[in-house]
């Protein structure tokens, strides 16, 4: 999927002159955790986050440092600390280096950006101009949208069982030598041998993602034994 296809294309955006009560204001009002702050000819100069309103004097949670620290850390970041938790208008506070995607960006981009940079909205630009934003919220919808819809049809027992090896045969965390996979009236059968418990619940969604299952067996041992990593076929019980 592609940016295009999630962004919220209506954004509530704030000018850098505005204050920072009332970009507060805005963030309650429409439930967003941030806004995107345009100048005057419509152009991204910086983005104002439910983070930026964390350190404050007026809520008395601005950062206090001890008198000899404060003569070993830069005049710099002091200064910039002071100006964030004291600053009353927008863009003395803003981001003002902005991440950004285009709409034709994919999705996988998109969290990539804010896993690396620890942020939750991306302003959508088309030739300068915000056109949306994506969030997090977006992801939400997407998810609900693109899950697996219950099978028309039922499946038959051959056919869960290919899909559910087939799964497994793309991962490593599979333990290929020493698992058994069974299927009879859409029921899963899983025995075998894993040598880590977090395989046992990724085995388990891997069944269980599959259409026409009904039930899963879990009959796996835990075991510090070590376990040839072979990358045979999946030894298949027959029921």
Not at 7 to 36: C, N
Not at 156 to 164: G, N
Request: net charge negative.
């Amino acid at each position: 999927m592609k940016v295009a296809d999630v962004m919220e294309r209506g954004v509530i955006s704030i000018t850098p002159e505005s204050s920072v009560t009332k970009a507060a204001r805005m963030m309650l009002l429409y439930e967003i955790s941030g806004l995107p702050v345009l100048d005057s000819s419509g152009r991204l100069v910086g983005i104002v986050t439910e983070g930026d309103f964390l350190r404050r004097a007026e809520i008395g949670t601005e950062l206090h440092r001890k008198r000899l620290v404060e003569l070993l850390v830069d005049i710099g970041p002091l200064a910039e600390e002071y100006a964030h938790s004291h600053g009353r208008k927008v863009e003395e506070v803003m981001t003002r280096d902005v991440v950004t995607v285009t709409e034709d960006a994919s999705l996988e981009e998109v969290v990539r950006l804010m896993e690396r940079h620890r942020i939750k909205r991306v302003p959508v630009l088309r030739d300068a101009q915000v056109i949306g934003i994506v969030s997090r919220a977006n992801f939400l919808h997407a998810l609900i949208v693109l899950s697996p819809k219950p099978a028309s049809a039922p499946a038959s027992d051959a056919a869960i069982r290919e899909q559910i090896l087939a799964e497994l045969e793309k991962h490593a965390w599979t333990p290929r030598a020493a698992l058994n996979v069974g299927v009879k009236d859409g029921i899963v059968d899983l025995d075998g041998v894993i040598l880590d418990e977090r395989q046992r619940a990724a085995l388990c969604i891997a069944a269980e993602n599959v259409p026409g299952v009904q039930e899963i067996r879990d009959r796996l041992v835990l075991s510090q034994a070590p376990v040839s990593p072979a990358r045979g076929a999946l030894p298949i019980h027959a029921d």
